[in-house]
Structures are given as structure tokens and as C-alpha cells.
């Protein structure tokens, strides 16, 4: 099964061989240092990696959805906290170009295309995140605009981002609004020392009366969540359901060449039982989430609206099984998977994440139950016919 098509400059070898140079002989030290590089990521842009969610009009290269989604599998097999970045910064690049004015796309489409203006999505905070409905935050109206108060958190790139897709509840309903990192009242706090995708540079924003202009806020107000917030989560979703298929791909490598190596008994671990059926484990579900992922992509390629759902069940096998794989991983390599700068023990930290971001594993077996429910009730009765049947 190919995966990019064959007329496309964007290949899995391409990804793969900028992954494999520029990014994962460094993933430990952008674990242990806490950062990426700006260098990387003016190397993403020129690549066209970065913007790889925009159409060629708005200054993307016009990549169709399941050659990003392989884009994003490549790499987050080479590190998860750069996969991170692409992720927001695509969610964002996405929402703008989806909901934008014209005046709005013409202010920011371009840095974000070629990565002068790097993109953070600002929906958690501190007392919301599963349930987006507590969210806290305000942008009360003033004359000529809004003024936002209240607090994000965990917001991947927040330390680094010029642009941030705020959610808060305006005079209509929850609306999204794009800050500008120079508006007075914004205060950038970074996050240091999380668990995994360590590189990502989390922040913690304050909004204390950050006045923005009306030109801030991002599709109808009142419709931030149902629109600007469903539209982005699902290419967020979809970007980290094949990240966590990188890294199930990257524990089967290391496993097969520490496997080969380690010798136990009489023989390489490789020909013990034991370890066979943990990496045969690991392949299928390595096999399966591409597949899922896939799936979903040629559905968002197509434009049929049964790709959410589609991602849902992808990020949520995906991240499973790369959590499942990560564990494993670890247990191959033994106390030379725990020991310090260890890939697999990175990957293991970077996988658990998965799990709780882009909608947790619990928040996805509730919605694709739910699915599974309305699918078996079958089509819901139309309004008249529900008004005849009540008549
Ligand atoms: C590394 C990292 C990066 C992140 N980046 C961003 C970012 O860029 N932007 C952003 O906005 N946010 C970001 N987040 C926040 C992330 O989206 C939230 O952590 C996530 O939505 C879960 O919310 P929570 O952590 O508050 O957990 P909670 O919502 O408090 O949930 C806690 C636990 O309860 C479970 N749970 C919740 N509700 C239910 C229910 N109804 N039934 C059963 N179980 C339930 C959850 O699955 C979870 O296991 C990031 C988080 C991390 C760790």
C-alpha cells in the first residue's frame, strides 16, 4: 500500500530521511533541554513541513491530508515534542485559513505558512479541561472590541508561539479570538519538568484586561467551540493519532536491533518466546493504528463528514497501543530502557501523553460508544415527522 501519492513531491522517504537526519539524532537533547531550537523549526518551514495543513492560496504546500498525516507519523517516530509543535501550530494555521476574514488571513496566513508566526491553541485551563464547558475565561465587549481575562494552561509552544487561539466566553457564547503575543496583559509563564514530550514548551498564560480588537475574534462569536475549536481539535486529533503510530514504529526498531544484540541464555533475546510475542504485539498495533489513521485521512481527503469520528477511533487505538508499545519497549531493553537518556524510556514518558491530550481515552470511549448507540437506534426521525407522530 503506498501511503503519499505517486505525483506528489511529499514522500514518507522524504519525512523520513529530514527526520532521521535533522531530528532524531537530537530528540534527547531537546528532552533534556526542554526545548526545540529555532533553527528547526525555520528548517520545518522551509520545508514546507510546518505549514503543511494550508493550501497552496494561502501560502501552504498544499498537502493533502493522508500525506500530512504521514508527515506527522515520521515525525513523531523521531521525537514527540517536535511532532507537538506541528501539531498546534497546524490546528491553528487550519482554524485561520477555515474561519479567517480576509483581513484576518491576510494578517497572519503568510508568517504562519512560512513560520515567521508560530501558532498555540489556548482552550485548557487550569479548572477545565475534559469538560470545556467550565472554562472560565471572559472577553467582556468594550467599545471597540474585547477585553480577555483569565488563565491557560499546558498550552503546547505557549513559550515560544506569536500567535494564540484563545477560547473565552464573550457576551454570546464561548468565541475564539487571536492574541497577539505583544498585547499588553498577556504574561507568558513557562512550564518546565512535565513527563514527556519534555521538548514542547508549555506555557501558562495570564490574560489580565488584554484588550484585543474586534478584528481579534475567529468565526461568529458564540460558535468558538462548535466551529472554530470542533474543527481544529480533529486536525490536532488526527495529528497526534499518527504521532503515537511513530512511536510504535520507532519501539519496534529499537527492539528489533536490541533484540539482535542482547544476548540471554545461550541466544539473542530475539529467538526467546517470550520477547517474540511482545514485539509481535507491538507490530499489530503498530499495523492497525496506520491503518485507522489512514482511514481517517482519505476520509478528510474526500470531505466526508464520518473522518471525525474516524479519528476519534484512531487516536484513541493509536495512543493506546503506543502506550502499550512504549511499556513493552521498555520491559525489552530492560534497566537500559530506565537509564537515563534512554530512546525507549522517552518514547514510554512521550506516549502516556497521548493518552490524555486531544481528548483522553476515557473522553474518546465515551464519544465513540456514544456513536456506537445512535448508529444501532438507527436515522433520527425528522422534525415534521416527530410533530406528526406527537400530533
Ligand atoms: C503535554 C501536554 C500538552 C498539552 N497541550 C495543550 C495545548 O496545547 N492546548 C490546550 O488547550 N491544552 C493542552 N493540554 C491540556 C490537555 O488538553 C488536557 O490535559 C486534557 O484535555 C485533559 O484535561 P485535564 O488534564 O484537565 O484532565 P481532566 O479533564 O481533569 O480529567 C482527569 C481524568 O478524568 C477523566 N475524565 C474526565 N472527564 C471524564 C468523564 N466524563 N468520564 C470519565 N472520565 C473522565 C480523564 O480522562 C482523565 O483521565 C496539554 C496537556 C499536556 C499534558
Not at 492560496?57 to 511532532?83: I, K, N, W, Y
Not at 474586534?214 to 462569536?221: K, N
Not at 542482547?262 to 503498530?286: C, F, K, N, W, Y
Request: glycine share 12%.
Amino acid at each position: 500500500m503506498t501511503d503519499t501519492p505517486a505525483t506528489s513531491p511529499f514522500t514518507r522517504e522524504r519525512f523520513r530521511a529530514f527526520a532521521d537526519t535533522e531530528i532524531a539524532p537530537h530528540a534527547a537533547e531537546f528532552d533534556r533541554e526542554q526545548r526545540i531550537p529555532t533553527e528547526l523549526v525555520k528548517r520545518l518551514a522551509a520545508e514546507g513541513f510546518l505549514g503543511a495543513v494550508l493550501p497552496t492560496e494561502a501560502g501552504g504546500p498544499g498537502m493533502d491530508m493522508v500525506t500530512f498525516g504521514v508527515l506527522h507519523e515520521e515525525v513523531g517516530r523521531a521525537c514527540s515534542s517536535v511532532r507537538s509543535l506541528l501539531t498546534v501550530h497546524s490546528m491553528v494555521a487550519f482554524a485561520v485559513n477555515r474561519w479567517g476574514t480576509a483581513e484576518q488571513r491576510a494578517a497572519w496566513l503568510p508568517g504562519l505558512a512560512d513560520g515567521t508566526a508560530l501558532g498555540a491553541f489556548c482552550l485548557t485551563e487550569p479548572g477545565a479541561g475534559s469538560d470545556a464547558g467550565r472554562i472560565a475565561a471572559t472577553a467582556e465587549r468594550t467599545g471597540g472590541g474585547f477585553v480577555i481575562n483569565g488563565t491557560k494552561k499546558w498550552i503546547t509552544a505557549g513559550q515560544t508561539a506569536d500567535v494564540y487561539l484563545v477560547f473565552a466566553k464573550a457576551p454570546n457564547g464561548m468565541s475564539a479570538f487571536l492574541v497577539d503575543r505583544a498585547t499588553p496583559g498577556l504574561r507568558v509563564k513557562p512550564l518546565h519538568d512535565i513527563m514527556g514530550t519534555r521538548g514542547s514548551m508549555l506555557a501558562e498564560l495570564e490574560f489580565r484586561d488584554c484588550e484585543v480588537g474586534s478584528r481579534a475574534l475567529l468565526g461568529p462569536e458564540g460558535m468558538g467551540l462548535s466551529l472554530v475549536g470542533t474543527g481544529a481539535l480533529d486536525i490536532g486529533r488526527y495529528s497526534v493519532a499518527c504521532g503515537s503510530v511513530g512511536i510504535s514504529q520507532a519501539c519496534v526498531e529499537a527492539c528489533a536491533a536490541h533484540t539482535a544484540r542482547r544476548v540471554a541464555g545461550s541466544a539473542p533475546l530475539r529467538e526467546h518466546q517470550l520477547i517474540r510475542r511482545m514485539l509481535s504485539d507491538m507490530v499489530t498495533g503498530l499495523e492497525a493504528g496506520r491503518l485507522l489513521c489512514r482511514r481517517a485521512g482519505a476520509l478528510k481527503d474526500e470531505g466526508d463528514p464520518a473522518t471525525v469520528m474516524a479519528t476519534w477511533t484512531a487516536k484513541y487505538f493509536a495512543s493506546t497501543a503506543a502506550v502499550s508499545a512504549a511499556s513493552d519497549a521498555v520491559q525489552i531493553h530492560g534497566a537500559s530502557g530506565f537509564g537515563a537518556g534512554a530512546a525507549v524510556g522517552r518514547y514510554y514518558r512521550d506516549a502516556k501523553v497521548m493518552e490524555i491530550i486531544e481528548g483522553s481515552s476515557q473522553i474518546q470511549q465515551l464519544t465513540i460508544a456514544e456513536q456506537a448507540f445512535q448508529a444501532a437506534a438507527g436515522p433520527r426521525p425528522s422534525r415534521s415527522a416527530a410533530e406528526e407522530k406527537v400530533r
